[in-house]
């Protein structure tokens, strides 16, 4: 099926994703209708239409499916009821069964490592009593993570030793939580996938990713030998990954590089904040593939447009610095319009190329 260009393309989600996304929609002549719960997102400002409606409100997702000819989503903490809710009226990709793997810890983990993939020791904790067995069986030191609605390393808690239990499990409010074992990596690196309706698969080189306080800080193009050939094995896992997913639109999966190997850490059934290197560094942008995919179109090449790229993201107050950022004629700016500068808060972000 295509879904051709006028056609009205409806975004889940109002944050900065869904912003990029419709930009890139736009200039392939969609137009895009954005449902989000704020009374002013970040995505509706960039959109021909906005209905503001509560994550779980059913019939208010229903009739905002009734509006669009194709669906996605750019948010992923949406309950199975009302994304069937907005299936039932209009083609929604990526298909919810992969957000139903990708919002949950450990299924998303057991699904990787049923494919062949690798994931660091982990073990589902439910109860005080379970952490202590798990560290038991993972040791320390490790990582104890709620299982959902976890970001940016938000309900996370490093246990160094069996003493910091108590902590953790305080630090997770005892929420249904995942143990792992603590990788000590070279690297951090995304394998960006995009998969047509037809079945035709596309990655972008894969970015060397810092993060800072559990926050990406950067993304950089080439990321380096130890990257590049941990990437080269994981790509073939992502193609399975996708493949089992029936996947459409693009997929981000992290990875620890660790002696060599891809070691999984997470999926993200989306576009993806180390991937927005892809709109000036690539020939086609993450977000351009993903509305391709969604709408049934050719995907666009996903090579290189510069020898080095680098992309930085501008995270509370770094955004104030948009005049010395700007400076620079190299940098490409991207400005999320988000009102208020909260400390941790994506504010935008610049990519540099060469
Ligand atoms: P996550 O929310 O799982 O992406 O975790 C946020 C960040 O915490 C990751 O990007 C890593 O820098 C760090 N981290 C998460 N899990 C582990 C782990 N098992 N071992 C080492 N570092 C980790």
Request: proline letters at 6%; a negative charge.
């Amino acid at each position: 099926m295509t879904v051709a260009p006028g056609s009205t393309i409806g975004i889940v989600g109002g944050g900065q994703l869904g912003r990029m996304l419709a930009i890139a929609a736009a200039q392939l002549g969609y137009k895009c209708h954005i449902y989000a719960p704020d009374e002013a997102p970040p995505a509706a400002e960039v959109s021909a239409r906005f209905t503001r409606g509560d994550w779980s409100d059913e019939g208010a997702l229903a009739r905002f499916g009734s509006e669009v000819d194709v669906a996605t989503y750019e948010f992923e903490n949406i309950a199975a009821a009302p994304l069937a809710a907005l299936a039932a009226q209009v083609p929604l990709y990526p298909r919810p069964s992969a957000l139903a793997i990708a919002q949950d810890r450990v299924s998303e983990k057991q699904f990787v490592l049923g494919l062949g993939g690798e994931p660091a020791a982990f073990a589902p904790v439910d109860t005080r009593e379970a952490l202590g067995a798990a560290l038991a069986q993972v040791g320390t030191p490790a990582i104890l993570k709620t299982r959902r609605f976890g970001y940016d390393g938000k309900g996370q808690a490093r246990i160094m030793s069996p003493a910091d239990a108590d902590a953790a499990w305080e630090a997770v409010r005892g929420a249904p939580s995942i143990l792992e074992a603590f990788v000590d990596f070279e690297a951090e690196f995304s394998l960006l996938l995009c998969r047509s309706a037809s079945g035709e698969t596309l990655t972008w080189d894969a970015p060397r990713n810092t993060h800072v306080n559990g926050i990406l800080d950067r993304s950089e193009v080439p990321g380096g030998p130890e990257i590049a050939s941990a990437a080269a094995q994981a790509a073939p896992l992502a193609r399975k990954v996708a493949e089992a997913l029936d996947y459409v639109g693009v997929i981000a999966l992290e990875f620890f590089a660790c002696q060599g190997r891809p070691i999984f850490n997470e999926m993200a059934p989306r576009v993806h904040n180390s991937g927005h290197w892809t709109i000036e560094g690539a020939i086609t942008s993450q977000f351009e593939n993903h509305i391709r995919a969604i709408c049934g179109l050719p995907l666009g090449a996903t090579g290189l447009a510069a020898s080095r790229v680098t992309m930085r993201n501008l995270i509370g107050t770094d955004a104030d610095d948009w005049r010395d950022i700007l400076s620079d004629p190299a940098a490409h700016l991207h400005l999320y319009g988000k009102g208020e500068a909260r400390p941790g808060r994506k504010m935008g972000h610049v990519t540099r190329l060469g």
